[in-house]
Nanobody, 124 residues
């Protein structure tokens, strides 16, 4: 079975950092795309950052230079490093996997598997 389990969320002050982890089981990191999505109350789930099967990452404009997605194939973990956090970064962050995508898709409909989400709250 395929499982994605996120962890690493929590409460952090503006300007702080968090690293989210997505532990993947039953599914290889090779040849597959992984995305991080964020959802807040009253809003649709939006793509934040992703990495394709080729390994090259993508990040939306307002998090470029602050958020970095990476993958550790040995540990089977996908990470989202979040630095210089802002209150508008607050939300539930989800890890998702898309099969056999070289370049990661940007919309949630293209992803096959999802984690349960982890809450990130940026507040003073």
């Amino acid at each position: 079975q395929v499982q994605l389990v996120e962890s690493g969320g929590g409460l952090v002050q503006p300007g702080g950092s968090l690293r989210l982890s997505c532990i993947v089981s039953g599914f290889t990191l090779d040849y597959n795309a992984f995305g991080w999505f964020r959802q807040v109350p009253g809003k649709e789930r939006e793509g934040v950052s992703c990495v394709g099967g080729s390994g090259d990452p993508y990040a939306k404009d307002d998090v470029k230079g602050r958020f970095t997605v990476s993958r550790d194939t040995a540990q089977n973990v996908v990470y989202l490093q979040m630095n210089s956090l802002k209150p508008e970064d607050t939300g539930v962050y989800y890890c998702a996997a898309a099969s056999f995508w070289d370049i990661c898709p940007k919309v949630p409909e293209e992803y096959d598997y999802w984690g349960q989400g982890t809450q990130v709250t940026v507040s003073s």
